[in-house]
């Protein structure tokens, strides 16, 4: 079975709609969905992944951690690289950093899903962001 991210050029249209404003890839998006529901479900899960949240401007970054509980932060950062916890801890106040550390430092082993639920959740709350146009994942600059 052909999945849409093996299926020739797909990928290519991901990187292409990756290239536009939100409103018009969100446009886009739901004139393939009347054709291809499948596809346009793929396309908008390739639009912002958990990775992409990482490479957001620190000022962006601390918008969205804002928005987020302690506990979903918690369960986002287990198994990321050293680095990569500090870009996350980097939008937050120092104090509110160590205390999340120390947490993360204590915190019983979860289950991987748990994981990956916290991280897309995150990833909602991006989207949300976006749609408002507090966030942006384009080159497109934010001016205040």
Do not use: C, Y
Request: zero cysteines; aromatic letters at 2%; a neutral charge.
């Amino acid at each position: 079975m052909t999945t849409p991210s093996t299926k020739p050029g797909w990928q290519r249209l991901a990187l292409m709609l990756a290239g536009m404003t939100p409103r018009a890839a969100e446009r886009m998006i739901e004139q393939i969905r009347g054709d291809d529901p499948a596809l346009a479900d793929w396309l908008m899960a390739q639009r912002i992944s958990f990775q992409q949240i990482l490479k957001l401007p620190q000022v962006q970054l601390a918008l969205l951690i804002g928005q987020l509980t302690d506990r979903d932060l918690l369960l986002a950062m287990r198994g990321l690289s050293h680095g990569d916890k500090q870009t996350v801890l980097s939008g937050i106040s120092k104090r509110r950093a160590q205390i999340l550390l120390d947490e993360l430092k204590n915190m019983a082993p979860v289950p991987k899903r748990e994981v990956e639920d916290a991280q897309a959740r995150i990833v909602t709350a991006a989207r949300e962001l976006e749609s408002e146009g507090r966030l942006t994942f384009s080159d497109e600059p934010m001016i205040s």
